[in-house]
Nanobody, 126 residues
Framework: QVQLVESGGGLVQAGGSLTLSCVAS????????MGWFRQAPGKEREFVAA????????YYADSVKGRFTISRDNAKNTVYLQMNSLKPEDTAVYYC???????????????????WGQGTQVTVSS
């Protein structure tokens, strides 16, 4: 059974930082793209960041570019999202996603991912 488990969410003041982690089990994602998405109350889930299987290329939504950094440790089957300069509009449930296709193209759409975590809440107070 494949599982993606996020952690690291919480309550932080505007301008603060958080680091999210996503640990995969049940299969290796070391050759697959991984991504982060988020969903705010009353809104659709949106792309945040994604990373190529080898970490050699990263992609970001314009709204987080320059503030968030995605990274991965394939030896630990883990992907991270470092979030700096957080804003109240970053408040959302953050989801980790994994592509099932080895060496596949990195997707910025949720339809490009086959596995999803349960999400972790990030709340940024003003």
């Amino acid at each position: 059974q494949v599982q993606l488990v996020e952690s690291g969410g919480g309550l932080v003041q505007a301008g603060g930082s958080l680091t999210l982690s996503c640990v995969a089990s049940g299969r290796t994602f070391s050759s697959c793209a991984m991504g982060w998405f988020r969903q705010a109350p009353g809104k659709e889930r949106e792309f945040v960041a994604a990373i190529k299987w080898n970490g050699g290329r990263t992609y970001y939504a314009d709204s987080v570019k320059g503030r968030f950094t995605i990274s991965r440790d394939n030896a630990k089957n883990t992907v991270y999202l470092q979030m700096n300069s957080l804003k109240p509009e970053d408040t959302a449930v953050y989801y980790c996603a994994g592509d099932a296709t080895p060496l596949g193209r990195v997707a910025m759409s949720e339809y490009g991912y086959d596995y999803w975590g349960q999400g972790t809440q990030v709340t940024v107070s003003s």
